[in-house]
């Protein structure tokens, strides 16, 4: 599975920000075209560089893994509820319930004085610990609810679905 993120560019990259780029995703360049950048990845997955980027789970889950390391999610995968871990404007919130599977959403700090926090609960697909099994539609409405409760009793004010 692959997943995809849109990022427009108004310039062509520079070749030494492409190299830069590549070793930053451990990939290699193989093909250089006018208009699009072509980047192999370990695996079978090909990483076009132009304005859609696709990148192989393989990297998802890496990613994942270090953000795990970096949130501390060991010292609190046993405590159920929520656990919102912030890196400057941007971070995870960690669901923990009742038989320890956790799952994760990101955030972002608002930039409107209406709301504290934009939630992206569209990230909350699947309960990754204790093993990958993906969120029922009950489940999620569920956690949604319980994190409007968090939200509330805190006084914080988050743009939920």
């Known amino acids: 599975m692959t997943r995809s993120i849109t990022v427009p560019f ?13 070793t930053l995703l451990n990939a290699i360049i193989i093909e250089t075209v006018p208009t699009k950048k072509i980047m192999k990845a370990p695996g079978p997955t090909m990483l076009p ?24 999610l060991e010292t609190f995968k046993g405590e159920i509820g929520f656990h919102l871990k912030s ?12 038989s320890k599977r956790v799952c994760e959403c990101s955030f972002e700090l608002s930039g409107s004085p209406e709301y504290d926090i934009l939630v992206f609960a569209e990230d ?16 999620k409405n569920e956690i949604i609810a319980r994190m ?9 004010r ?4």
Do not use: C
């Open 10 to 22: 108004k310039i062509p990259l520079p070749q030494p920000l492409l190299k830069r780029l590549a």
């Open 49 to 72: 560089i132009s304005h859609i980027h696709t990148y192989p789970q393989q990297m998802w889950d890496q990613w994942a893994a270090q953000r795990h390391l970096k949130d501390g």
């Open 148 to 156: 409007k409760n968090w939200f509330a009793q805190s006084n914080t």
């Open 87 to 98: 890196h400057g404007r941007e971070g995870s919130i960690y669901y923990v319930d009742e």
């Open 124 to 139: 909350l697909n699947e309960w990754f610990l204790p093993k990958k099994k993906r969120l029922t539609a009950a489940e």
């Open 158 to 161: 988050a743009r939920l679905p």
